[in-house]
């Protein structure tokens, strides 16, 4: 038997198979640009489905349960995404449609919670208890404790991203002030750096990324990084101070063995934004929590949320 994994980004999408042991043998990957209307997403995803079980010999019936992991508010329980405005859902029952096709079981995961699914059963087995931080155009969060995911009551805890850490700050992608996600995600980081742009100050192979900031990505921060030029790495610096702020206090209240940080941006800055997160981590956090809290980089990159989703629904709901 194998089990599927499917994950559902806003303009790219792959599905994978497991073996028994967990390992990925066959995946399928698609950049579909920007899909907007929920009913073309579904039949992309049957499309794609279908695809990867005919690429790989597999029958439908050697399937046993999927896991789709979505950007977006989920319900569950009752297979629908309640909402997922880059995708065109809302309170849409993504379930009932993909079980028209398909009779094998089909669960839906948070694409964070299951991202983080993924690296925790491939390379953090050993701890119980792991906070996951991955900064991207928001901040998303997941947390494991006890060896297990924690949804908390209505299934969408570990929101990192929203925490209020500057009352009056920056307006944040949910309408509240301060929270993390506008203080230090790469979203917050390329306003910045796009404003920087519109001034003339940065040299020409940075200056040509333009001043709207939805161009300016994590490979631009990382090109800035290598030039060591000195504005972009300030805001880069700040990036990392609120987010080590923002750490400190999930790991207070959370006390976990490890914090991972995952996504693009990450993989983008490496070493050196992730040994200053803990760092800055280390310094606001209570001694007794923080100075026993190992923070490291994800490894699964592009395969964590189909390895999590996939593994994620052998549980069942
Ligand atoms: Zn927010």
Known sequence: MVDLGFDLGGTKMAAGLLDEKGKLIHQVREKVGKITQADLVVSKMIEMISSLLSKASIESSQ???????????????????????????????????????????????????????????????????????????????????GGKLYRGASGNAGE?????????????????????????????????????????????????????????????????LRMKQPDVMGIIDRAIEWMGLGIASMINILDPQVVVLGGGLVEKLGDYYVRKVEASMKSHAMPVIGSN?????????????????????????
Not at 172 to 179: A, D, K, N, S, T
Not at 306 to 314: C, D, E, F, Q, T
């Open 293 to 317: 809290v190992k923070v490291v980089a994800a490894r699964l990159g592009d395969d964590a949320a189909i390895v999590g989703a996939a593994l994620l629904s052998r549980e069942g709901p």
């Open 160 to 224: 990192v991203g929203h925490i209020t850490l500057q009352r009056e700050g920056p307006l944040c992608g949910c309408g509240e002030l301060g929270h993390l996600e506008a203080l230090a995600s790469r979203t917050a980081m390329a306003k910045d750096a796009a404003f920087l742009i519109s001034t003339g100050r940065l040299p020409p192979e940075l200056a040509e990324y333009g001043t709207d900031f939805r161009n300016i990505s994590s490979k631009f921060f990382a090109q800035a």
């Open 63 to 145: 399937v046993r349960g999927a896991g789709i992991a979505v950007p977006g508010i989920l319900d569950r329980k009752r297979g629908r995404v309640v909402m997922s405005p880059n995708l065109g859902f809302q309170q849409f029952p993504l379930v009932e449609k993909l079980q028209k096709k398909f009779s094998f079981p089909i669960l839906l995961e948070n694409d964070v919670n299951a991202g983080l699914w993924g690296e925790y059963a491939t390379n953090l087995r050993e701890y119980q208890n792991v906070l996951g931080v991955f900064p991207g155009t928001g901040i998303g969060g997941g947390i494991v404790i």
